[in-house]
């Protein structure tokens, strides 16, 4: 976590780095704990290795820790700015040979 003032403006920068399994209770977990640092200036960035919307995933299937994880965004007003101006984008950053997808 970085802050900063930044345009005379108090930022904070965070970088999540989630793992590869158990990634949405870890990453909401984390939020919940860093919610008292997190304001109107905060940009998190980083890799959630999970999904946040079906577009992001080969099925279209949620499961209920990824459910959770976007509604505890959604209650701490988190705006995922890449949907925000991709909203209809299907892109994926992993490639599963076995599947295929």
Known sequence: MIKS???QENTTILNIHAPNSGAP???KQLLIYLRNEIGRNTII???FNT???ALHRSRQKLNKE???LSYTLEQMDLTDIYRTFHPTTVEYTFYSTVHGT
């Open 25 to 27: 209770k870890f990453i």
């Open 51 to 53: 999904p946040l919307t």
């Open 5 to 7: 003032l930044v345009q």
């Open 66 to 68: 990824t459910k959770d």
């Open 45 to 47: 960035v980083g890799d």
